[in-house]
């Protein structure tokens, strides 16, 4: 059985989606959008969104859920207590995300990233935020011996770089390039951020860190 054809207010999304991805934000209008859509009103965008912004975060709207609840199932499944475990149910729905056809989700979050638009991020709701923070936490506590501020930096390295391996592969696929099987990108892409996760803070590290503590280095984060 085939599935329902998407909902114009769907259509859009996964057309700016897609155009936002190849072009940035800058480099689309609500009209190309539109026209990309299939939608012969050239208002049709402007009527269901308003604004780019607000077309930016409805991608978010249309995409998280669904990550999120697929993240919830695996902590369900393996209840994860290692580390290795934490980072496979927080990075393993962002990189099946990829392996959809036709996604452009991740170059797109990549994007934004890249563009400095924080902006968007933080103006997702506490709901969709949640995951991310569990994560964080989660990990944290695992890594007791890495002192603050370079644990909640090297974590945000990892959640970071898993988004980058992702972006890259999705793009990839799309243009045809060749990529490892999946099982194979998974299980490497895990040994490498756990390994980040893991590597103990070098003295040269503690000592350059104990130096912006008291003021001689760059401000801390």
């Known amino acids: 059985m085939s599935l329902p054809a998407p909902s114009s207010k769907a259509q859009i999304i996964l057309a700016a989606e897609r155009l936002f991805a190849r072009h940035g934000i800058e480099g689309v209008s609500l009209r190309q959008i539109g026209a990309e859509a299939g939608n012969g009103n050239k208002s049709a965008v402007q009527y269901h969104f308003g604004t780019k912004d607000s077309l930016l975060q ?130 490497d892409l895990l040994d490498g951020l756990v390994g980040f996760l893991q590597a103990p803070a070098s003295p040269v590290a503690r000592a350059v860190l104990d130096e912006a503590s008291e003021g001689d280095g760059p401000p801390l984060l």
């Open 58 to 187: 409805a991608i978010f709207e249309y995409r998280l859920p669904g990550l999120y609840e697929r993240r919830r199932i695996l902590v369900a499944q393996h209840r994860p207590h290692d580390l290795r475990a934490w980072v496979l149910c927080y990075v393993l729905p962002i990189l099946e995300q990829g392996e959809q056809k036709g996604s452009h989700y991740l170059t797109f979050v990549n994007m934004l990233r890249h563009h400095g638009r924080r902006d968007v991020f933080e103006r997702l709701s506490d709901e969709f935020r949640a995951s991310t923070r569990e994560f964080y936490e989660q990990v944290a506590a695992l890594l007791p011996d890495i002192p603050e501020p370079l644990r909640a930096h090297r974590i945000s390295q990892a959640v970071a770089f898993g988004v980058d391996s992702a972006s890259n592969r999705e793009h990839a696929q799309v243009v045809g390039y060749p990529v490892l099987p999946f099982a194979v990108h998974v299980a």
